[in-house]
């Protein structure tokens, strides 16, 4: 999330650099400067979900491991385990969410349409935002039940 809001903020600092004139009807300013602000958004967001993860460690509960690029390389043999080897992890429910969210973000049909200026975006942006962090949050569970499995002695 912290990655994902780091990509938002770079985005609204180019808009609001190298931008001069409207974005669909917007000074590039105001766009440029929603992007900034959801993007400090996202990284508030993910690091007090670090902050909760190390409450649940401490805890002893699991909590995803890896960074972004592991967790996305994970993702292939994660979706490949649970339906081979019947990995819990992820239920046939939010895998099907899963598949959900990604049609209506490629799809042109939309709750809010995307012309209207910032309001249309908003509902792409929380559902890939929702995608994202669920897609990961799985990915990162499915990291650490391969590291303990590696670790248990054979038997």
Same mark, same amino acid.
């Given at each position: 999330? %912290?990655?994902?809001?780091?990509?938002?903020?770079?985005?609204?600092?180019?808009?609001?650099?190298? $931008?001069?004139?409207?974005? /669909?009807?917007? &000074?590039?300013?105001? %766009?440029?400067?929603?992007?900034?602000?959801?993007?400090?958004?996202?990284?508030?967001?993910? *690091?007090?979900?670090?902050?909760?993860?190390? $409450?649940?460690?401490?805890?002893? !509960?699991?909590?995803?491991?890896?960074?972004?690029?592991?967790?996305?390389?994970?993702? &292939?043999?994660? @979706?490949?385990?649970?339906?081979?080897?019947?990995?819990?992890?992820?239920?046939?429910?939010?895998? #099907?969410?899963?598949?959900?969210? *990604? %049609?209506? @973000?490629?799809? &042109?049909?939309?709750?809010?349409?995307? /012309?209207?200026?910032?309001?249309?975006? #908003?509902?792409? #942006?929380?559902?890939?935002?929702?995608?994202?962090?669920?897609?990961?949050?799985?990915?990162? @569970?499915? *990291?650490?039940? !391969? $590291? !303990?499995?590696?670790?248990?002695?054979?038997?």
């Amino acid at each position: 999330m %912290v990655f994902f809001g780091g990509l938002l903020g770079l985005v609204g600092v180019a808009t609001l650099v190298f $931008r001069n004139g409207d974005v /669909l009807g917007v &000074p590039a300013a105001g %766009v440029g400067g929603v992007f900034l602000a959801l993007g400090a958004v996202a990284v508030g967001i993910g *690091l007090v979900r670090r902050a909760r993860w190390r $409450r649940k460690a401490a805890k002893g !509960e699991p909590v995803p491991v890896g960074d972004v690029f592991e967790r996305a390389r994970a993702l &292939p043999r994660m @979706l490949r385990a649970a339906k081979a080897e019947g990995y819990a992890g992820v239920s046939g429910g939010r895998k #099907a969410l899963w598949l959900v969210a *990604l %049609v209506y @973000l490629i799809s &042109p049909i939309d709750i809010l349409p995307d /012309l209207l200026p910032v309001l249309g975006i #908003a509902d792409d #942006a929380g559902v890939g935002m929702w995608l994202f962090t669920s897609v990961s949050t799985a990915a990162g @569970l499915y *990291l650490r039940h !391969e $590291r !303990e499995r590696r670790a248990l002695p054979p038997g």
